[in-house]
DNA sequence: CCAACTTCTTTCGAAATCGAAGATAAAGCG
DNA sequence: CGCTTTATCTTCGATTTCGAAAGAAGTTGG
C-alpha cells in the first residue's frame, strides 16, 4: 500500500540526516560539529537533503551570541515509522515520523499467550488501521518495530527462551511480522527499547542503567551511549540471588530469584494472599499512594532488593545514571528505598556523581527508542 | 635524551598506522577492509608510511587463495615505548615497539608504600637505565604508560582512593610521570591494562570481563572491544557483599566483601592465622600445587565466592568470555570453582556460549596492554 | 548608533578519496 | 602443465571533501 521506495540518501547524507532526525542537530553549524564533516561539505549535502524533500528548513534558531542558525528539520511527509511495545496484558502501538516525535500513540488490551501469529497479526492490522486514519496521504511506511517482554536475538529476530511468552520460544517475530512488507523490521526487548527512548533524555550520560519495574523486572543498558545488548541477553537482573529471611523457588528453578521477591507478579500474589485482590501493577502504585501499609512496606522492600542487586552492577559499570521506569516506577518508596540502598553500599567513588531518577520520557519512552532504532535501520 | 618529535602522521596514516601496530592488519587489502578506505587510497598512504620510515614491508604473507600480501609491519626503528605495570612490592618494566612487541621486559623490586615521587622517580630512573641498554641508537621514545593498583580519573591521570596505595590519593602521577619529558603520559588502573592486553588475545570477543585475582581482586571491562571506564572507576568488584556464614569488616567499612575472602592477601592472612606463612599469592598457588588441603580448600572457597559475584555480571553483561588473570589464576581450583559457580546459577542463554579461560596473554598482559592503550595515544 | 566580536553559512580552488579497470601473483584443478 | 578462480595491488579519471576566506546575520558594550 503505501510506499516501499528506498530513502534516496546516498553516503554521508545518510550520517547527516540521522543526526537531524535523532534531535542531536538542529542546523548546519551543528552537524559539522557533530559530524566530523567540514562546514561546506555540510552545506552541500544538506541542500541536496532540502532539494529531495527530506529535510525543510524551519525558521531559525536561537543564536549563542552571533549569527542565528537556519534550524533544521526532517520533513513531516519524509516517512513514517509504526512502532509497538507489547505486555503481558496490553501493547502500545503508535506512528511516528522520521524525526521520532509520535503522531499518534494508542493503548489497547492484548494477550500475548494467544500465541505469535494472532498476536503479530493483530499487531498489523492495528498499524494499517491506524495508518488508515491518521497518516497524511503520500507519506510512506519506512520501518516497522515492536518491543516485546522477552529476550531476543538480534541477528534473527527471534524471541529466544522468554519465561513470560508462552508458545513464543524461539518464533520468528520479525520475520512473520515484516512478511506483507518490504522494510526493516525491528524486534527487541522492552527493556531495552525503554533503555534508548530514556537515552535520548540524557544526552549527557554515556553510561546508563534502565530499569523497567512493571509485572517483570528488566533493565536495559546503555554504553558509550549505545545499546548493548551482549549476545542478546545482557541487561537481565531479574534471576540475581537476593538475601532474605524466607526462601522461595522461582519459575527458572533456582532459590531466591530476584523476580520472585521484587517484580510486580510477586507483589501482586503477595497482596492477594493477604486477600487484597489487585490487576496489574498500577494497581500497586494506587494502593501505596492510598497509604495501604501491606503495599508501601511490600513495596519498600522490593526497592531495598533491587538496590543491593543494583549496588554490585554499579561499581561494576560505574554508570552515570540509573534511571527507574515502567509501572512500579510511579511508587515513591521503590525509589527511596532503591536510592537508600545504592548510596549505602557501593563505593563513594561510584556514587560520587550517580543520579537515580525515575523515567524523563514518560509512558511512550520505549515506542522512541523503538523509533530510534528503527531510525538507524531506515536511514542507511 | 632521545627524541621529542611527533610523529609525522596526518589524517587517515595514522588510522592506518594503528592498524598495523595494533596487529589488526597485516597488508594493504586488510587496511582496506577495516579502515573502510578505498584499497587506492590505501596504498597511496602506505606508500607514504614506507616513505617516512615508519612501515616496512617484510615478506609476504599466506595466501588465502589468490595472491600472497605483502606483509607490513611496523619499523623497529619508528620508535619506542616505556611501559611498566606496579604492583605492591614489585613493577614490572617494560621497553616495547611501536607494534606493541616487547624489546625487554624486567621484573624488579619496588615499593609503592614509599610514596608517589620516590616511586615515580624510581620508575623514570628505571625506564632511562632500559632505554641506555636496550633501545637502538636514535630510535626515538614515543610514549610512556604505567599501571597502578588504584582507580585513577582517567581525564586527569590522577589515582583517587586507592584503598592499597598510601600517600598517593589524588596524587598528579600522570604530570609528575611525564615532568622531564614532552611525550604522550598514559596512567590507568593495573585490572584495565589487564583487560586490554588480553583483549588483543581475544579478538572474537566483543564483551569481555578480565579478572585480576592477585594479592587484590579487581576486574577490567571490555565492551565492543573497548575498555569501559565508566567514570573512571568501572571494574570494581572487590567490595560487593558475598554470602557466607561468619562475619567479617572490610578496610573499607562494609560487611563481608569479597575482599575480605577471596582476595590474595585475605588468603594469606588466613593461611597465617593456620600457621602456615607466605610471602605473596603466588606462595598460595605453589601451596595448592603441593597439594596441601587448607590451601586448596581457600582458595576453592575463594573461587565460589568469586563465581558468585560473576555470576550477577555475566546475567548482566552478557560477555562472550571471562578471562582470569593475576598470580592467582595458576590456581586450578580457583578456575574450577568459578565455572562450576557461574555456570550453575547463570542464565541458560548467558552462559550459552560463554568462555571462562585463563589469560592467553601471560605475565606481560598488562604491559601489552599499555602499549596498546598507549599507541592510540601516540598515533593520533 | 557604531565598532568589535561571534557565530553561521556559502564560495571556490586545492587536496584527498573513490571506484572501475587492469596488472600481478598465487592456489586449485583437470 | 595450462586453465580458471581468487586475491592483492596499482593506475587514472571522476567525485567528494577540505580549508581558508569572505559574506551574512546577530550580539555586546561603549
Redesign the pocket.
Known amino acids: 500500500m503505501s510506499g516501499k521506495e528506498r530513502l534516496p540518501v ?3 547524507q545518510g550520517d547527516l540526516l540521522r543526526l537531524v532526525a535523532g534531535g542531536q542537530a538542529e ?7 557533530l559530524s ?12 541536496e537533503l532540502i532539494g529531495s524533500g527530506l529535510l525543510v528548513e524551519e525558521g ?13 528539520r526532517v520533513s513531516p511527509s519524509a516517512g513514517l515509522l509504526a512502532v509497538a511495545d507489547l505486555g503481558g496484558r496490553h501493547a502500545r502501538l503508535g506512528l511516528l515520523d522520521l524525526s521520532g516525535s509520535p503522531l499518534v500513540v494508542e493503548e489497547r488490551p492484548c494477550d500475548i499467550a494467544l500465541g505469535p501469529e494472532a498476536t503479530l497479526d493483530w499487531i498489523a492490522a492495528s498499524f494499517e488501521e491506524l495508518l488508515a486514519t491518521h497518516a497524511p496521504p503520500g507519506v510512506p511506511l519506512r520501518g516497522i518495530a515492536t518491543g516485546v517482554p522477552g529476550p531476543v536475538d538480534p541477528a534473527t529476530g527471534r524471541v529466544v527462551s522468554p519465561s513470560r511468552m508462552p508458545g513464543w520460544n524461539n518464533f520468528p517475530v520479525a520475520e512473520h511480522l515484516g512478511a506483507h512488507y518490504d522494510l526493516p523490521v525491528l524486534v527487541e526487548n522492552d527493556a531495552n527499547l525503554l533503555a534508548v527512548g530514556e537515552a535520548r533524555a540524557w544526552p549527557d550520560a554515556e553510561t546508563l542503567m534502565v530499569l523497567k519495574a512493571g509485572s517483570g523486572i528488566g533493565c536495559g543498558v546503555i554504553v558509550n551511549g549505545s545499546l548493548h545488548r551482549g549476545r542478546g541477553a545482557a541487561g537481565d537482573i531479574s534471576h540475581v540471588r537476593v538475601r532474605t529471611d524466607s526462601s522461595v523457588t522461582c519459575s527458572c528453578g533456582h532459590l531466591d530469584c530476584l523476580e520472585a521477591y521484587a517484580s510486580g507478579a510477586a507483589l501482586m500474589s503477595v497482596l492477594a494472599e493477604q486477600g487484597i485482590a489487585v490487576g496489574r501493577p498500577s494497581d500497586v502504585v494506587a494502593l501505596v499512594d492510598d497509604g495501604i501499609p501491606e503495599a508501601t512496606a511490600l513495596v519498600r522492600n522490593a526497592g531495598r532488593l533491587i538496590g543491593e542487586v543494583l549496588t554490585v552492577l554499579v561499581n561494576f559499570l560505574n554508570p552515570d545514571a540509573i534511571v527507574v521506569g515502567g509501572s512500579l516506577s510511579r511508587a515513591e518508596p521503590l525509589i527511596s528505598a532503591i536510592r537508600a540502598a545504592v548510596y549505602e553500599r557501593c563505593l563513594p567513588l561510584a556514587t560520587r556523581d550517580l543520579e537515580i531518577a525515575v523515567s524523563r520520557s514518560g509512558p511512550d519512552a520505549a515506542l522512541l527508542g523503538a523509533g530510534t532504532l528503527l531510525l538507524d535501520a531506515v536511514l542507511r
Open positions: 546516498r553516503g554521508a542546523s548546519r553549524a551543528e552537524l559539522a560539529r566530523g564533516l567540514a562546514a561546506s561539505s555540510v552545506s552541500l549535502r544538506v541542500e531559525s534558531g536561537s543564536s549563542r551570541g552571533g549569527r542565528r542558525p537556519r534550524r533544521l
